[in-house]
């Protein structure tokens, strides 16, 4: 859900809390908000510089939330107004239980701003070299796989921390949460897309593999590159 250029945009905080032009919100956009505060003050805690932008106007099927980075700061994307599926990721989710979710999916896209802000976007971790050998006659389909693969690969350590995130957090709601996310990476319509982070979700299964003790992306780590190691083949 990274993107990298943000088109015009009302930027309605500099600081990862509640806005304080909240007047300016749509019901839907605070209640989001609201959900996601516990995550953004934690990234305020460890310093990651978020903004938080709510899109004018977006297309419907767009993603409610997604993160971009530019000059040096993180942007948290609200696309939500004149986007009647910006909620499909919560189809069938009882209304008293959707903010859980939120606060997971915003774990989720703090993950890519963190690995942006390290300076990792993109790289394998310490140890890690490419492997195999694709080819192709067109090489805009060889940049096109790799880049799908590179997605996959952020989306993976995204969703472990998210899980972490839970676990650490809420650990009585983490079964909830991992089923949750299974479903949605089980829609996946292509195998081996950028979102087909079942390889990771799976080894996340109990919960009892991240260490509390740790930030959310260091306990995501371990799984993380287990899951590199199968994701691929």
Same mark, same amino acid.
């Given at each position: 859900?990274?993107?990298?250029?943000?088109? &015009?945009?009302? #930027?309605? !905080?500099?600081? @990862?809390?509640?806005?304080? =032009?909240?007047?300016?919100?749509?019901?839907? /956009?605070?209640?989001?908000?609201?959900?996601?505060?516990?995550?953004?003050?934690?990234?305020?805690?460890?310093?990651?510089?978020?903004?938080?932008?709510?899109?004018?106007?977006?297309?419907?099927?767009?993603?409610?939330?997604?993160?971009?980075?530019?000059?040096?700061?993180?942007?948290?994307?609200?696309?939500?107004?004149?986007?009647?599926?910006?909620?499909?990721?919560?189809?069938?989710?009882?209304?008293?239980?959707? &903010?859980?979710? #939120?606060? !997971?999916?915003? @774990?989720?896209?703090?993950? =890519?701003?963190?690995?942006?802000?390290?300076? /990792?976007?993109?790289?394998?971790?310490?140890?890690?070299?490419?492997?195999?050998?694709?080819?192709?006659?067109?090489?805009?389909?060889?940049?096109?796989?790799?880049?799908?693969?590179?997605?996959?690969?952020?989306?993976?350590?995204?969703?472990?921390?998210?899980?972490?995130?839970?676990?650490?957090?809420?650990?009585?709601?983490?079964?909830?949460?991992?089923?949750?996310?299974?479903?949605?990476?089980?829609?996946?319509?292509?195998?081996?897309?950028?979102?087909?982070?079942?390889?990771?979700?799976?080894?996340?299964?109990?919960?009892?593999?991240?260490?509390?003790?740790?930030?959310?992306?260091?306990?995501?780590?371990?799984?993380?590159?287990?899951?590199?190691?199968?994701?691929?083949?």
């Amino acid at each position: 859900m990274f993107k990298h250029l943000l088109r &015009a945009a009302v #930027i309605i !905080a500099a600081a @990862a809390s509640l806005p304080s =032009h909240a007047a300016q919100l749509t019901a839907q /956009e605070s209640r989001w908000l609201r959900a996601a505060a516990p995550v953004l003050e934690y990234s305020k805690s460890i310093s990651l510089p978020v903004d938080i932008i709510v899109q004018p106007k977006t297309p419907a099927g767009a993603v409610p939330l997604a993160m971009g980075f530019a000059k040096g700061r993180c942007k948290l994307v609200l696309s939500m107004r004149g986007n009647p599926e910006a909620e499909t990721v919560l189809a069938n989710v009882p209304a008293d239980e959707q &903010a859980l979710l #939120i606060e !997971a999916m915003t @774990a989720h896209e703090l993950a =890519h701003c963190w690995r942006y802000a390290q300076g /990792e976007w993109n790289l394998l971790p310490s140890g890690f070299v490419e492997t195999g050998h694709e080819s192709s006659h067109d090489p805009e389909l060889l940049a096109a796989a790799k880049a799908m693969r590179d997605t996959r690969r952020e989306e993976g350590f995204a969703d472990l921390v998210a899980l972490a995130w839970i676990q650490r957090t809420q650990p009585g709601e983490y079964a909830r949460v991992h089923d949750w996310l299974s479903g949605v990476r089980a829609t996946v319509a292509v195998p081996n897309s950028g979102h087909d982070t079942r390889t990771w979700v799976k080894l996340a299964g109990n919960g009892r593999q991240f260490d509390s003790r740790l930030s959310p992306f260091e306990a995501a780590d371990a799984l993380w590159r287990e899951g590199l190691l199968r994701a691929d083949r």
